[in-house]
């Protein structure tokens, strides 16, 4: 089955600096992915929808400027989070679709990356 | 997109049938009814979805009401590895194109 891959699945870094997350789709073309966040005991919350070739579209709350989606390719897309601070500290799950604009598709999701931000 | 309403939590003996109920009773008619789990640390993984008809697949049943506004997401037989949250969800998308809104979900503990 399709598979997505997100990378690095765990990364500590100290407060200040920027940390890129990466979501690929590994055995399929995704023109759209989606980036969420997750809180120690909470839901997934949604950030942002990230089309291939144009800006993402961010949920209301989500700051762009902190939270930088490009998604370059069909299959990968990335997220940086710019000058993290402790509070950015979550898990962050990717999930990416296999529609193609004809037919129906499915919708798969990453194995997370929990960030640590000291 | 339409909530839902899941129990907070359940617990299921190891071995017998876990029917977890879902209450969506603002759902409309090109809405889908989906569900995910999500076992501690990992990603949501994708369980099953329906419209109207009753599905089955290797993993679980899904008993759709026949006004919509309810369903009941049904492991034949738990494991201790269907200990997850799990979660309900509706969607206009059928093309899994659409972003999904999760709510707290259910957190499923099978008992040995």
């Known amino acids: 089955g399709a598979v997505v891959s997100q990378h690095p699945s765990r990364v500590i870094c100290k407060s200040g600096t920027s940390v890129k997350i990466e979501c690929r789709s590994l055995d399929f073309q995704a023109t759209t992915m989606f980036w969420y966040r997750q809180f120690p005991k909470q839901s997934l919350m949604l950030m942002a929808t990230s089309n291939e070739g144009s800006k993402a579209t961010y949920e209301q709350g989500v700051e762009k400027d902190k939270f930088l989606i490009n998604h370059a390719s069909l299959t990968l897309s990335t997220l940086t989070v710019t000058s993290a601070h402790p509070e950015d500290s979550s898990f962050y799950i990717c999930s990416a679709s296999t529609y193609r604009g004809e037919g129906t598709g499915e919708l798969f999701f990453g194995e997370g990356s929990r960030l640590t931000v000291l | 997109d339409a909530k839902t309403t899941q129990p907070t939590s359940m617990d299921c003996a190891e071995g017998r049938a876990a029917n977890l109920p879902c209450n969506h009773s603002?759902?409309?008619?090109?809405?889908?009814v989906y569900w995910y789990r999500q076992i501690h640390s990992q990603g949501p993984q994708y369980i099953i979805h329906g419209l109207k008809n009753n599905e089955t697949n290797e993993m679980a049943s899904l008993i759709i009401t026949e006004d919509r506004k309810s369903s009941t997401l049904i492991l034949p037989h738990a494991t201790l590895r269907d200990t997850a949250v799990y979660y309900c969800?509706?969607?206009?998308?059928?093309?899994?194109?659409?972003?999904?809104?999760f709510g707290t979900g259910t957190r499923l503990t099978i008992i040995p």
């Open positions: 969800i509706v969607s206009e998308s059928n093309f899994g194109n659409e972003k999904l809104t």
């Open positions: 603002t759902i409309s008619g090109n809405e889908y």
